[in-house]
């Protein structure tokens, strides 16, 4: 089917439940760069701890984008395992109604190809830049596409696994994403919309590399970085120009702008790098930004250059205790380092948001209260974002817990099991024993500013709320109700809140802890 491709192609590019989806946007420059048409559509839009399926409706609004755009190669974006039903069900609609290739691409399809391949008719299996742009150089060249580095393809119930490209080493090379272009649909709900979902958004999220430099067992980058052996460098990064040039360029596009956001792994900490961007970034930008940190980079001169430069948010991953961290993730990162960061960002005045990952089968009432106490030591006032361990498939974690029976094949992130979709972040309404309901909603508690620490440290001792926790649950959700209600006020007044993130929050059934 591959070779049938016309070379006028019409490529359509599907994001499922993700507005953002940066390969989308990145695929869609990189056609319309090569001379052909691109139409990205953006299927539905995620939701706090919930999976909306698409309707009848919806399904049928695609299909008819696709028949009326011309669509000659569709492209599905698979970012997470727990898409794989619905990308399944949506190629079956596409096949039924057109004989058109289907390819998928994402970093499901990079941990779980041999399930993916069951339902495409090709799968993108290295960065899909590079691949896409030797599939769109074979199509002008009028070359075999069924052979095309980078791809396995299902021709008549075989699989041809082509060899991998190579990593882009030099990412000034790519295209910035595409927020200009008017082919641009939005599918949720009985309307098609013609339009680009973010371009109202106040808040611009890009990266500045890709790849990262550590190796957390929990994390997809632990089963990719593998994936990717002998390939490239995995961790990359753009240089300043490049990203000064991208922010400068979405003003263009981004009416509203009012604060950056970094979402590299950890943002950059290479010395020269760090010190062009903040002698550059307040004078060609000017907006304040946000960034993501490991606690072992957190010094204070790196600090203090940026907090000048106008950083005033930052994310680190805490985890849990050291214990945890350390036998079931692969971070080694000491107690003292986690507080000295903490310290740092309270001196600086730095609104700091530390990383919480509960729900793991190893935790015993020694190392909940560990965390605990710890926590109680980071300077306030802080944010807390908690977790709930969600296990994804082919990640060292994975093999680890497997391999020493901690979980079971079902307990892996999958076809059946979608723990994305119920407790990607903890709520207090999700069954859990009572003890540790208990500490959950000790955690809840201890980023609410307005609660004094005496008072949740004393009811961290009390033995009763440990074995009957629900009171506890009732004062923690009331807390985090009005804590809530804080948030998004100070986010109106700054002009950084929006409908799609009360859409996106707004679960009554799984409250978003904060």
Partial sequence: MFDRIEKNVVFGIVSLYDFENNAVRILAALTRAQGFKAVEIYFKDWKNNYFEPPTEVEINNLLAIIKEQGINLLGFSVRATAYHNVAAQLTRAVKNKFDIPVIWGG????????????????????????????LFRRIKAGESLKETPGLWVNEKGETLKNPM???????????????????????????????????????????????????????????????????????????????????????????????????????????QWVDEFCERYPREIGLPFEIFTEPKLVKFPYMEKLRKAGLDVVYMGVQNSYRITKELYDRHTAEDTILGAGRIFHDLGIDARYQIIVDDPLSNEEDRETLFELLTRIPRPYELYL????????????????????????????????????????????????????????????????????????????????????????????SNVLKMAVVVMRMIARGEFTLTLLRRWTNFRSLITQ
């Fill in 107 to 134: 970093t499901h399809v990079l941990l779980s190809p041999d399930m993916c391949i069951e339902s495409a008719d090709a799968l993108c299996v290295s960065e899909g830049e590079v691949a896409m742009l030797e």
């Fill in 165 to 271: 490209k190579n990593l882009c080493e030099d990412l000034d090379t790519l295209p910035f994403r595409d927020y200009s272009s008017s082919d641009k649909y939005v599918v949720f709900g009985r309307k098609i919309r013609q339009e680009d979902p973010m371009v109202i958004d106040p808040v611009y999220r890009m990266m500045c590399s890709r790849g990262c430099p550590f190796n957390c067992a929990y994390c997809y980058n632990s089963a990719i970085v593998t994936i990717y052996k002998d390939k490239g460098r995995y961790h990359r990064i753009r240089s300043v120009d490049s990203v000064l040039s991208e922010l400068n360029s979405s003003r263009k596009s981004f009416k509203n702008l009012k604060r950056i956001r970094f979402d590299d792994e950890v943002f950059i900490f290479q010395d």
């Fill in 387 to 478: 977790f709930s361990l969600t296990v994804f498939p082919n990640t060292t974690l994975a093999s680890k817990l497997l391999q020493e029976g901690l979980i079971s094949e079902k307990d892996v992130e999958g076809i059946s099991a979608q723990k994305t979709f119920k407790q990607m972040r903890v709520s207090l309404n999700y069954p859990r024993p009572p003890n540790e309901t208990f500490w959950v909603s000790i955690l809840v508690l201890i980023s609410k500013n307005f609660i004094p620490l005496w008072l949740i440290k004393s009811l961290a001792k009390n033995k009763f709320l440990m074995h009957h926790p629900q009171p506890l649950v009732i004062f923690a959700q009331v």
